[in-house]
């Protein structure tokens, strides 16, 4: 059973990155699916959630910026992230709702 995340990487302010997190082992259709990230000195906080029946809720640091998504034929949770910020620099981790947590991966923003 494993969440692996993907897709993260450094950026300009003002890019789009697009991260990925391929669930194996689980029924992933039927689990709710959350993003979360943790900046450097900082506590990980939710970033996105999107339930089984694919509805979304979000941050407000990130409302309209960001798009959780899910293919549950893929078995895989996306994140869409536009106009990125320097303050969005965070490793980025998926979580599924019974609380296993992925490895993280890195995205830098930069000024």
């Known amino acids: 059973v494993q969440l692996v995340e993907s897709g993260g990487g450094l950026v300009q302010a003002g890019g789009s990155l697009r991260l990925s997190c391929v669930a194996s082992?689980?029924?992933?259709?039927?689990?709710?699916m959350h993003w979360y990230r943790q900046a450097p000195g900082k506590q990980r906080e939710l970033v996105a959630i999107?339930?089984?029946?694919?509805?979304?809720d979000y941050s407000d640091s990130v409302k309209g910026r960001f798009t959780i998504s899910r293919d549950n034929a893929k078995n895989t949770l996306y994140l869409q992230m536009n106009s990125l910020k320097p303050e969005d620099t965070a490793v980025y981790y998926c979580?599924?709702?019974?609380?296993?947590w992925g490895q993280g991966t890195r995205v830098t923003v930069s000024s």
């Open positions: 979580r599924a709702g019974f609380g296993l």
């Open positions: 082992g689980m029924v992933f259709r039927i689990e709710d």
């Open positions: 999107i339930t089984s029946s694919s509805n979304t």
